[in-house]
């Protein structure tokens, strides 16, 4: 069947390689797609020929896939093929797209308490990273693959609409959300406390860990230690500020006017609190069950907070699968690192000080 990128595909697909990827003549690239996102796939194929790349289209069949799963062959699915490593090692650039598309059958599975058989399907995933960190390998996990039916349903959102956000979000130049992000990266680094508040009743202070902010402008990483073994990936659309925080401290309460999305792990309307650095209650109005069933099984480490992510994109507002990214939104994480529990909750419209000086007032960056 003949594919036809729409022009904001077309659009997309040209910011992604030109200025996230900076792909140049001559470099191999791999994009791997599913069904549902072979449009904007194309898009890039295209992209990448027009500034004398070398495309190399990898479709994993969306049918065929769930086949294989029915079959019990979840260990197959997790082992690639030989030429499969054998291109990832010539590859230059790699866009990944997230899948399968199905994600109605994946919640259900997951919830019925089939998570080994998921894992055992994607544990390509870590030989993937080892492999890519030897070549240098440079590329995006492309956040329009989350953009399905199934998950529109159930938020209650257009997906044409929700998929046209996530593309113009990616149409943001990096250059600008460097320079935004460069200002917080400098008084972040200088200080030692942050205060979050908002009409909501939000009121939360956490402490820094002295640790240099990353910035997370869309544009990979691959040798960069700061970014830790996964910079050679970068989330599209992009922007965002990451620290570390002290996990030792926290004191207060924080409001969600934004809904986190964890692969099939959602939450919205949460709320939490924290005394003396740690989680003492949370509540949801929706997702509360699943945040629940995850966090009794989390171990040490999971009632602690890990970072505070500030989104830059000017682009994005209230785009499932975006809060991170949007322009003055504060997502606090909560467990991760030594823990097998990890989520955050994301704020919006909120006043950030530091130190006591304002840094963001109503969503904007100061």
Known sequence: MAVHPSKLQRDAARSIVTRYLKVRSGENAIIESWDHTIPLASAIVDEVRRVGGHALLVHEDENAFWRAMDRKQSRLLGK?????????KAADVYVMFWGPGN??????????????TFDEALAWNWPWYEVARKTGLRGARMTAGFVTEGRAHRWGVDPAQWEDDVLRATLTDPE???????????????????RITHPNGTDLEVALAGVAPRLHDGRPHPRDQRFGPYGMLEAVPAGRVEVDLDARTAEGSLHANRRTNIWWHSHAGGTVEFSDGKLTSYSFEDGGDDFTRQYKKGRAGKDRTRSLTFGLNPAVKDVPNLETVERGCASLRIGGDESNFMSWISLAGSEIAIDGAPVIRAGKLL
């Open 80 to 88: 690639s093929s030989a030429p499969e490593w054998a291109a990832m």
């Open 103 to 116: 994600t109605d059958r994946i919640e259900k599975d997951h919830f019925s308490g089939d998570e080994r």
């Open 176 to 194: 600008e959300t460097a320079q935004s992000g460069a200002r917080l990266c400098q008084a972040l680094s200088r200080g030692k406390r942050v």
